[in-house]
């Protein structure tokens, strides 16, 4: 007799805190295209699903945006998103988040610190995110969530939790980390977050590397989440996505390193942002991000 696994899946179209707002598209090309029917048909998953979608058409996807209504929409996403996986959290569903851009790992995490989750965090992605306003070049808030799930930054990021930081600094391990700015890496180093740079093809295990920071985290909490920014992954094996960055994680590591993760009772959920179809090439990131959710369920 299998355990059943209570899955809850949240869909959340948001671009408002990348460049590139047709990063909100992800969430609904996953929906539209039944990428989730595989969860959704598995005899041993009870799911829900959520989906909010905030969408922008052809005309209005101008950059004209000032900094405080663009920050304004992401705390208004990332604050939906957090109330929406705050009770499945408490629940100990599997939460299953689905971007959009990666400004949305603060609704994420925030909502399963506000649920009482002690865990820790891998951070898959080519870049830090670590930034704030005060030090940002972009004012794109997806480069600001590291900083806010830290307890540093905007205050109103910090406070979507009820009581910051959601993580401490050893509760973070960065990997395929190779595009930063010098602010993000003194910021994260001085905390002694551990950072795993990758600036070449095969220059470490990606799957053996995922499972040492598992076994790490896990011996200090008691479950940890996954964060997926697409752009870790090598981008020829994901190109559909707002920044990406020559090298980075081989794709056969990241389909074992998440493989069954859905049945794993220790990991608490996964997000996986920045998946922007209109920047794919011929289909490679559709293909990716479909063979991606199947490895889930083993
Ligand atoms: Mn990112």
């Known amino acids: 007799m299998v355990d059943m696994r209570n899955v809850t899946i949240v869909l959340a179209g948001s671009g408002w805190g990348a460049a590139n707002f047709a990063t909100a598209d992800g969430a609904q090309v996953v929906l539209q295209q039944q990428f989730l029917k595989p969860i959704l048909d598995h005899p041993d998953i009870h799911c829900e699903i959520y989906y909010a979608q905030w969408h922008l058409n052809n005309l209005k996807r101008h950059n004209n945006y000032s900094v405080n209504e663009r920050r304004a929409h992401v705390l208004q996403a990332t604050t939906w998103l957090r109330n929406a996986v705050e009770s499945a959290f408490a629940k100990n569903h599997f939460v299953l988040v689905i971007g959009g851009d990666h400004s949305l790992a603060m609704g994420t995490w925030s909502g399963a610190k506000n649920a009482g989750k002690n865990f820790g965090l891998i951070w898959i992605d080519a870049h830090m995110d670590a930034h704030t306003y005060e030090t940002t070049l972009s004012n794109n808030p997806h480069g600001m969530p590291v900083s806010a799930l830290l307890g540093a930054g905007d205050t109103e990021f910090v406070n979507l939790t009820r009581n910051p930081p959601v993580l401490k600094p050893t509760s973070l391990i960065q990997t395929g980390i190779r595009s930063y700015e010098t602010e993000e890496q003194k910021f994260l180093e001085h905390l002694n977050v551990a950072i795993t740079y990758n600036y070449k093809r095969h220059s470490y ?46 794709f056969d590591d990241i389909l074992k390193s998440l493989q069954g993760i859905i049945f794993d009772q220790t990991c608490i ?12 090439h011929e289909h490679q990131t559709f293909e990716s991000v479909k063979k991606i959710i199947e490895t889930l369920l083993g």
Request: hydrophobic letters at 25%; aromatic letters at 8%; one cysteine or more.
């Open 269 to 280: 959920g996964l997000e996986i942002v920045e998946y922007n179809p209109t920047l794919d």
């Open 205 to 250: 295990n990606g799957f053996e590397h995922f499972t040492k920071s598992k076994q790490r985290l896990l011996q200090t909490h008691p479950s940890y989440g996954v964060s997926l920014d697409i752009d870790g992954i090598d981008p020829i094996y994901c190109p559909g996505t707002g920044t990406p960055a020559d090298g980075g994680l081989e």
